[in-house]
C-alpha cells in the first residue's frame, strides 16, 4: 500500500504477537523509508536482516543523509501541498518526502529531509522553530502513544495499544508474523485493556507508577508531560472516581479517535 503518495504506519510483532517496533513506512518511488525511533534503530535494522534471505534487498541507516521533522499546527497539510487525509503523502524538492501523519492527521506533518537542507525547506514553508516539549504536548493532547515509552517490548499487543484505532493494522492483510493473536484478540472481544489520556491534580507520576482504585491496581502510567499524559488502564476502570497514581489523583480519557 506503500507509494509516493501514500506512507503508513506499521509494527514488528514477535510471533506471540507482541511488540517490538513501530514505524512510518514511506517511499520515494525508488526506496522504503523507515521513520523508527532512534534509539532503537540499530535493533530493527537486524531483525529485519533476518527475513532477507536471499532477497534482493538492502537495508541500509541513512540517517547521516537524511534527518525526519514533525510539522504541525493550523495550516500545515495545506503548507506543505499535502490533502490533509492522514497518510496523504508526496516527493519534495531537492530530495525527500513529505506525508501526513498516517497515525492521526492531527498530529500534523512528518518529512525526510536531506541533512542540512531541513530547516531552510520549512522556513521557506513557512514552518518557525519549535521544541521537542512542543510536540510532546500536541501528542499528549491526542492520546497518541510513543513507541516504547508507552509499549512494553514483548509485552504489549496492538489492540491494547490503540494501534486499530490509529490505522496501524490491516485487517484484510496476508500473513504477517503475529497476526494469529493480533486476529484473535479482536474477533474474540480478548481486549480487557487499553491506553488512555489521564490528568493529574499535578505532575504526573513516573512512568511505571501503579494506578489504583479502591486499593486495587487497575492499571499503569506510561508517560507524561505537566499534569497530561498516557497509562494502560482496565476498561472497567476508565469512568472510575477516586484513581490515584502514587499520591496524585488522576481522571482517564478516552482518546477522541477511539469507538471502543
Same mark, same amino acid.
Given at each position: 500500500r506503500v507509494?509516493p503518495?501514500r506512507?503508513i504506519y506499521?509494527?514488528l510483532?514477535t510471533?506471540?504477537?507482541?511488540y ?7 517511499s520515494?518511488g /525508488?526506496?522504503?523509508? +523507515?521513520?523508527? /525511533?532512534?534509539?532503537?534503530r540499530?535493533? *530493527?535494522?537486524?531483525r529485519?536482516k533476518l527475513?532477507r534471505?536471499?532477497?534482493k534487498?538492502e537495508?541500509e541507516d541513512? #540517517?547521516?543523509?537524511?534527518?525526519? %521533522?514533525? %510539522? ?6 495545506e503548507a *506543505?501541498?499535502?490533502?490533509?487525509t492522514e497518510g496523504?503523502?508526496r516527493?519534495?524538492?531537492?530530495a525527500g518526502?513529505?506525508?501526513v501523519? @498516517?497515525?492521526?492527521?492531527?498530529m500534523?506533518?512528518r518529512l525526510?529531509?536531506?541533512?542540512g /537542507?531541513?530547516d531552510?525547506?520549512l522556513?521557506?514553508a513557512?514552518?518557525?522553530? %519549535? ?10 493532547r491526542?492520546i497518541?502513544?510513543?513507541g516504547?515509552r508507552?509499549l512494553? +517490548?514483548? !509485552? ?5 495499544s490503540n494501534f486499530?484505532e490509529l490505522?496501524g493494522?490491516s485487517?484484510d492483510?496476508?500473513?504477517y508474523?503475529g497476526q494469529?493473536?493480533t486476529?484473535r #484478540? ?5 481486549? !480487557?485493556k487499553r491506553l488512555?489520556g489521564?490528568e493529574a491534580d499535578?505532575?504526573v @507520576?513516573?512512568?511505571?507508577?501503579p494506578?489504583l *482504585? ?7 502510567v506510561r508517560s ?7 497509562? +494502560?488502564?482496565?476498561?472497567e476502570a476508565?469512568?472510575?472516581?477516586g484513581? #490515584? ?6 481522571r482517564a480519557e478516552?482518546?477522541?479517535y477511539a469507538?471502543?
Open positions: 507509494a503518495d506512507a506499521g509494527a510483532l510471533p506471540q504477537g507482541k517490538l517496533h513501530d514505524f512510518f513506512v514511506s520515494d /525508488e526506496s522504503l523509508f +523507515l521513520d523508527c /525511533e532512534a534509539g532503537r540499530d535493533d *530493527l535494522m537486524r529485519l527475513f534471505l536471499r532477497a534487498v537495508i541513512v #540517517t547521516g543523509r537524511m534527518v525526519v %521533522a514533525a %510539522a504541525f499546527g493550523e495550516g500545515t497539510a *506543505l501541498g499535502l490533502n490533509g496523504a503523502a516527493p519534495m524538492e531537492p518526502i513529505a506525508y501523519d @498516517p497515525r492521526l492527521s492531527a500534523g506533518a525526510i529531509l536531506p541533512a /537542507e531541513a531552510g525547506i522556513i521557506v513557512g514552518f518557525v522553530a %519549535a521544541g521537542p516539549e512542543d510536540y510532546e504536548a500536541l501528542r499528549l491526542h497518541v502513544p510513543d516504547s508507552d512494553v +517490548l514483548e !509485552k504489549s499487543t496492538l489492540m491494547e486499530d490505522n493494522i485487517w492483510k496476508g500473513c508474523v494469529e493473536l486476529a #484478540t479482536k474477533y474474540r472481544g480478548l481486549v !480487557k488512555v489521564i499535578g505532575p @507520576p513516573a512512568p511505571g507508577t494506578i *482504585l479502591d486499593g486495587k491496581e487497575v492499571g499503569e507524561g508531560l505537566g499534569n497530561r499524559g498516557i497509562a +494502560l488502564i482496565r476498561l476508565m469512568d472510575a472516581q484513581l #490515584t497514581a502514587g499520591d496524585v489523583a488522576l478516552k482518546p477522541a469507538a471502543f
